[in-house]
């Protein structure tokens, strides 16, 4: 590993985010999609200046609005912390060159995350500076994407596949690469449904880590869409985690997908868990209705003769569309 231009800074902050975790009910923020849908926005805003000629509809990608309208996504980060939020994602749950394909718009992966970062960044500063003793924390988001590795496209050729380990590996790492750059505090792949992919990015990560000569948190939080209680790979809860162990994360859970997911065969490891417990309603084909909506997130931390130490950590409107959408 390479010596770090910012060591103090992640040392400091990874320390400080496990002993949050250890003492005190942290909050993550909810969704940023919904967010983005209440502002009913138009395909000029999502264009701006920058990509006011650009040949590819633009409106749904939620992750362009980090360039176009920064004071928009501020002010959705803000809204979650005046809220409580402890840990808010960056909006970059699309910012990779493979989900970026979609608008034609691959090369400009550094700019979505570097200011996804940013944003969040400022955001989170901004409201530890007024409550010092309640630090907020950043976490830089890998989403999916619309790709998978160990799945055919084609129900004809199972051996078929549409992107390879090294390209989503490579992805993965430049959006990593830009992510620390804007300064996250923990490094978050979520809504995984392919475990390939899930270690694709664990190891873009890692190698971008070593780049930069920073060490990072992880936090994996994989989907289980139905009652098999498997990721759409095939994988049990508990064939997820022994996949990905090897990488230490320090947070494993699940979102978006079903509120029993079997992440409690994990409660034998030293890591913290998080599972959903929805309350309220949702209706007209998924999207939410006016009741309160309502993510609770328990985390356990267990010690080596297994005394438990109940977290729990609640999310707000914490809804995901389909994955390589948010």
Same mark, same amino acid.
């Given at each position: ?76 980060? %803000?809204?979650?912390?005046?809220? *409580?939020? =402890? $840990? @808010?994602?960056?909006? !970059?749950?699309?910012? &990779?060159?493979? /989900?970026? +394909? ?74 990593? %690469?830009?992510?620390?750059?804007? *300064?996250? =505090? $923990? @490094?978050?792949?979520? !809504?995984?449904?392919? &475990?390939?992919? /899930?270690? +694709? ?126």
């Amino acid at each position: 590993m390479t010596a770090s231009r910012f060591p103090e800074y992640t040392t400091a902050s990874a320390a400080t985010l496990t002993k949050a975790l250890e003492q005190r009910i942290l909050i993550i923020d909810g969704a940023m999609g919904t967010m983005i849908q209440e502002r009913a926005l138009t395909e000029a805003d999502y264009r701006g200046e920058r990509f006011s000629e650009h040949a590819s509809d633009l409106k749904g990608n939620n992750d362009l609005l980090s360039l176009t309208c920064p004071e928009i996504i501020s002010d959705i980060h %803000e809204t979650y912390l005046a809220a *409580g939020a =402890d $840990l @808010i994602e960056t909006n !970059t749950f699309n910012a &990779t060159a493979t /989900a970026q +394909a979609d608008y034609q718009l691959e090369t400009i992966i550094w700019d979505l995350n570097l200011a996804g970062a940013q944003l969040a960044r400022a955001a989170a500063d901004k409201f530890t500076q007024q409550t010092p003793e309640k630090p907020r924390f950043v976490a830089g988001v890998l989403g999916p994407t619309p790709r998978t590795a160990s799945i055919s496209p084609d129900v004809n050729d199972p051996g078929a596949r549409n992107i390879t380990f090294d390209e989503l590996k490579d992805d993965y790492r430049l959006a990593t %690469e830009a992510l620390i750059e804007g *300064g996250v =505090d $923990l @490094i978050m792949i979520e !809504t995984v449904f392919d &475990t390939l992919n /899930a270690k +694709a990015a664990i190891f873009g990560s890692r190698e971008a880590m070593d780049k930069l000569g920073v060490e990072l948190p992880l936090m994996v939080s994989a989907t289980f869409p139905d009652t098999s209680g498997r990721l759409l790979s095939g994988q049990t809860g508990e064939a997820f985690w022994h996949a990905i162990a090897h990488a230490r994360p320090l947070i494993v859970g699940s979102n978006c997908g079903r509120p029993e997911a079997p992440t409690s065969s994990l409660s034998h490891t030293s890591i913290f868990l998080t599972g959903n417990l929805s309350t309220g309603s949702s209706r007209n084909q998924g999207c939410a209705d006016r009741c309160p909506k309502m993510h609770v997130h328990a985390s356990c931390r267990r010690g080596d003769k297994g005394e438990g130490r109940r977290r729990v950590c609640v999310n707000i409107n914490k809804r995901r569309s389909r994955p390589g959408r948010s």
